[in-house]
């Protein structure tokens, strides 16, 4: 139904999922008509298509559409990223890579000093889903829509993955940026553009009923 409105009558936010939902109809008409769309071939084994002899075809296309449409969240985490970032105003972003947060600061704080800021080859290219500046902090957000969102390997993704690992390269003093010619490491980098502590956060909104997380609901 979203997709049948006409696009200048929407607010920001159904403009948001109206674009994720026409991805996922483009994509199921694909999957659903497209002989030439195939599993691979661990795929196909595991849910049992070359075990099928009759109807193989159909069968393909039902696990196809089912699979993808119950796979995707119609773009659900990356709105709420986007809803958060908004509220947090001029100083908070969404989907921000490690080599851009320099630049981005610069603009946030509006450092009149302009600096050519470039990453060096131990660019780590880590991805964050929440940032926000307040005052002298730097405040990372990693957020997840379920406590099933993912699964286990979410959690290690936004804990060892993103903020261990950013931990690691700032203890270690690694090389990571370069402004103006001059080689630095991210603290270097952070406190030329004011930053002088980090803060990392990670959380869940929901259960899987749909109401607000909780430790025993996680459980």
Wanted: no cysteine; aromatic share 8%; net charge negative.
């Amino acid at each position: 139904m979203l997709l049948l409105q006409n696009p200048s009558n929407l607010s920001r936010e159904e403009s948001w999922l109206r674009d994720a939902y026409s991805n996922i109809v483009s994509n199921l008409m694909i999957f659903a008509t497209n002989p030439t769309s195939t599993f691979d071939s661990f795929s196909a084994n595991f849910m049992g298509l070359d075990s099928i002899e009759n109807s193989k075809h159909e069968y393909r296309a039902l696990m196809e559409v089912t699979s993808y449409f119950w796979g995707s969240k119609g773009g659900r985490g990356a709105l709420l990223e986007k809803v958060l970032a908004s509220t947090g105003g001029a100083s908070a972003a969404n989907g921000i890579h490690l080599s851009k947060i320099p630049d981005w600061i610069s603009l946030v704080k509006g450092v009149k000093e302009i600096r050519e800021w470039k990453v060096t080859g131990s660019d780590p290219k880590l991805k964050f889903d929440l940032l926000n500046v307040i005052g002298d902090r730097l405040v990372f957000l990693e957020i997840k829509n379920r406590v099933d969102s993912g699964g286990t390997a979410a959690r290690e993704e936004a804990l060892a993955k993103k903020f261990l690992k950013l931990a690691e390269i700032i203890q270690n003093g690694v090389t990571v940026y370069t402004g103006d010619g001059v080689d630095m490491d991210i603290a270097q980098a952070f406190l030329s553009l004011g930053i002088k502590k980090l803060e990392m956060h990670a959380g869940f909104l929901f259960n899987v009923n749909g109401s607000e997380a909780s430790i025993e609901d996680d459980r």
